[in-house]
Nanobody
Framework: QVQLVESGGGLVQPGGSLRLSCAAS????????MAWHRQAPGKQRELVAS???????NYADFVKGRFTISRDNAKNTVYLQMNSLEAEDTAVYYC???????????????WGQGTQVTVSS
């Protein structure tokens, strides 16, 4: 069993900052790529950023220069630092892990429950 628990969402004014966290818990040996996705009302879920176990990162064009993804492998946690937030960033943000090696086997494509980010004045 694996749980992904997200935190850090909320209401922020345009130009403000938020930091999202997602902690994975369970009998975890190692985690492959961790990512953040988001889904705005009426839109499809889209990739925001991803980071491999070795630290290679990938960003969607719409967040380059504003968001930073990082991870702490010892804590099985991924972070998303969001700066210069815009109204268009309003969405539910989801943590995703593509592959987790557990003591009892391997899991694929796990998702968190989502955390709401609202950018509004």
């Amino acid at each position: 069993q694996v749980q992904l628990v997200e935190s850090g969402g909320g209401l922020v004014q345009p130009g403000g900052s938020l930091r999202l966290s997602c902690a994975a818990s369970g009998s975890i040996v190692s985690i492959n790529t961790m990512a953040w996705h988001r889904q705005a009302p009426g839109k499809q879920r889209e990739l925001v950023a991803s980071i491999t176990r070795g630290g290679s990162v990938n960003y969607a064009d719409f967040v380059k220069g504003r968001f930073t993804i990082s991870r702490d492998n010892a804590k099985n946690t991924v972070y998303l630092q969001m700066n210069s937030l815009e109204a268009e960033d309003t969405a539910v943000y989801y943590c995703n892990i593509d592959k987790i090696l557990l003591t009892i086997g391997t899991r694929y494509d796990d998702w968190g429950q989502g955390t709401q980010v609202t950018v509004s004045s």
